[in-house]
């Protein structure tokens, strides 16, 4: 649920171009952003093994690193189009992957069994 409002505030951003609204935006994605990495760290954690963990989750950490050195460029690339399209590319991309990860809840464990 958080990636979907993760990705309708990011659509709400440029819709709204006042100051006054931009704040209260992202204020509420200040919020909403902080939930999706520790979750996505607890999944991780708790379908792997002990032994796989440090693995799966340097994996993760390094999908994290590769999207925070490739989105920038990307995104200087589509503000050619307009300073709207990384937002919109980027609200619509994040709740595709929201309802993705919506759809794969079921194959994963949430809580560990002693």
């Not at 709400?12 to 200040?30: D, H, K, R, V």
């Amino acid at each position: 649920m958080s990636l979907l409002a993760r990705g309708v505030t990011f659509l709400l951003i440029p819709t709204f171009p006042y100051l006054t609204a931009f704040l209260i935006i992202i204020t509420i994605f200040g919020f909403v952003n902080s939930f999706p990495m520790p979750l996505i760290d607890s999944i991780l954690s708790l379908n792997s093994t002990q032994r796989e963990q440090g693995e799966v989750l340097g994996i993760n950490a390094a999908y994290l690193s590769i999207s925070n050195a490739i989105g920038p460029p990307i995104s200087g690339l589509l503000v050619s189009f307009g300073y709207k399209f990384p937002f919109w590319i980027t609200g619509v991309l994040t709740i595709f992957t929201g309802y993705f990860a919506f759809t794969l809840k079921s194959n994963f464990k949430s809580e560990r069994k002693n």
